[in-house]
Structure formats: structure tokens, C-alpha cells
């Protein structure tokens, strides 16, 4: 873990309210995933920044135990054109801890490194957290995916 601040950026992607309660999000996110995938949404999105995909965990209505959204899209330079179904959404940037995970994604890898986050006393924010999926993730049975947590 290393701590980090980090500057505003902008998000584009496509979005689904989702809770941790009764499972709900492991259905929804794999599913916003399979969205993502299927509808090849980064083609749909013209002003990209890079080429790595993020997936965004924000408007939480308190902890993580309660109702938040997850965007998975792309940086991009500005917010001044949403395609109709997607949602932009401007990172504020701040303090955060950036966790480095590496291995196996098909086994669990980030999922799990979060029930490990959700079980620390992290003083956190609550406002943008978010994983980084770049070239080191292109093979899911040795990636390295970066985990930003946003701290107080």
C-alpha cells in the first residue's frame, strides 16, 4: 500500500446502482462488465485519455455496507459531450491509498483484495474509489490491477 495524492480527472462509462448486501453487486458488476464488453462501449467514446479502464465506485450513501453507483469506463480530457446511457463523472482527486494487486483474476484476485480493504481501519472517504485495469491486466491469470482508495 502507498499513499498517494492524486489530481481531479474526468470518467465516462456506463453505470448501475448496486449494495454489497445479499450479493447484489456480484451479480451487478459482473454483469455492467459483460455490458461493457459487449457493447464495445470504448469505442462509443471519443476524447479518451488512455487506454486504461477504471472501474469507479461512488455516490455511496454511507459505507460501504450501503447503496452505491460503479461506473466502468474510461479517463477522458473533458465532460463536455455524454453519449446518451453513459454517465461522466469528475474524480476530485485528494489524498488515497493505491493497493497493487497481483495475480489471478479469474480466482478472485480483486474481489478479494477488497474484503481485506473493507476489514482495515482505513480513514475513508467515501467520495471516488476506483481500480485501474491497464496493459498489466491484460492476462487475467498474471495481472497487476491497482486499487485507489480514496482516504480523509
Not at 453507483?69 to 446518451?84: F, K, M, N, Q, S
Not at 472517504?125 to 497487476?144: L, M, R, S
Amino acid at each position: 500500500m502507498e499513499k498517494e495524492t492524486l489530481n481531479p480527472f474526468y470518467v465516462l462509462g456506463i453505470s448501475v446502482r448496486t449494495c454489497n448486501a445479499n450479493g447484489a453487486a456480484a451479480t451487478d458488476i459482473p454483469a455492467l462488465w459483460n455490458r461493457f464488453r459487449s457493447e464495445n462501449i470504448g469505442a462509443k467514446i471519443d476524447n479518451k485519455s488512455g487506454e486504461e479502464v477504471y472501474s469507479i465506485y461512488t455516490d455511496y450513501e454511507g459505507d460501504h455496507t450501503q447503496p452505491y453507483t460503479t461506473i466502468i469506463g474510461y479517463a477522458v480530457e473533458h465532460l463536455d459531450h455524454i453519449p446518451e446511457g453513459m454517465r461522466g463523472l469528475t474524480v476530485e482527486g485528494g489524498p488515497y491509498e493505491r493497493h497493487r494487486l497481483k495475480g489471478n483474476l479469474l480466482q478472485g484476485l480483486v474481489y478479494n483484495a477488497w474484503v481485506a480493504i473493507w476489514n482495515k481501519e482505513i480513514p475513508r472517504a467515501y467520495t471516488a474509489d476506483f481500480e485501474v485495469y491497464g496493459a498489466g491486466a491484460q492476462n487475467p491469470e498474471d495481472a497487476t490491477v491497482d486499487i485507489f482508495i480514496a482516504t480523509r
